[in-house]
């Protein structure tokens, strides 16, 4: 089975700290993302990226970064955590081309508090 | 990308079939049509992707018309564990798989 696992459940940061949210898939997968969910807005894609050390912006990309090191692992970045960032956050993998590119498999989300 | 719109909330009984239609008038040739599901703290799930015509599998049907500028997903006699939210995406391989509000069923006894 595809496996994307984050790197915390829950997290509790203080403003103004620089965090760092993990994910890891063990697929190959070529595609992975992050989004965060907030009740009544849905998803909102932040970053995206489809190769190592590609990324491309997605809707929501201010106050964050991204890195892309390694095929495996995507990390999300927050330079200076404010409140309106606590959200749940999901990581997400898929291949490229044929007929799986939509197919996504999600991490278990990481609950993010900024206090 | 095309834009897709959804009802925001459905309620059904155990047992019933349900149907989620989603309008996605400015579909592009390319595009496929693909639907997640998503339970209260976990991630969504992918249930079913199609191009044109019908598409089934063990969980559920995608019926799209000819025009393509709206599809169907089908739930067959729904349980109390289908309560979910369900998104509709449209888009293509070069596409960020953007996800909207989706529509959230309640199923009752």
């Known amino acids: 089975d595809v496996k994307v696992t984050q790197s915390s459940r829950y997290l509790v940061k203080r403003t103004g700290e620089k965090v760092f949210l993990e994910c890891v898939q063990d697929m190959d997968h070529e595609n992975m993302f992050w989004y965060r969910q907030d009740p009544g807005l849905g998803l909102r894609l932040i970053y995206f990226?489809?190769?190592?050390?590609?990324?491309e912006k997605g809707d929501i990309p201010e106050g964050y970064s991204v890195s892309r090191e390694k095929k495996e692992r995507f990390s999300l970045i927050l330079e200076s955590a404010s409140t309106n960032q606590t959200s749940m956050y999901l990581c997400?993998?898929?291949?490229?081309?044929?007929?799986?590119?939509?197919?996504?498999?999600f991490g278990q989300g990481t609950r993010l508090t900024v206090v | 990308l095309a834009k897709t719109t959804q009802p925001i909330s459905m309620d059904s009984y155990e047992g019933q079939e349900v149907n989620i239609t989603c309008s996605h008038n400015?579909?592009?040739?390319?595009?496929?049509i693909t639907w997640y599901q998503q339970f209260p703290s976990q991630g969504p799930r992918f249930i079913i992707q199609g191009y044109k015509t019908k598409v089934t599998n063990e969980v559920a049907s995608l019926f799209i018309p000819a025009d393509r500028k709206s599809s169907t997903l089908s739930l067959p006699r729904v349980s109390l564990s289908d309560t979910a939210v369900y998104y509709c995406?449209?888009?293509?391989?070069?596409?960020?798989?953007?996800f909207g509000t989706g529509t959230r069923l309640q199923v009752t006894l």
């Open positions: 997400a993998s898929s291949k490229t081309g044929g007929g799986e590119w939509a197919e996504a498999f």
């Open positions: 995406l449209v888009g293509d391989a070069a596409s960020k798989l953007t």
């Open positions: 400015n579909i592009a040739t390319n595009d496929y």
């Open positions: 990226s489809y190769d190592v050390k590609m990324k």
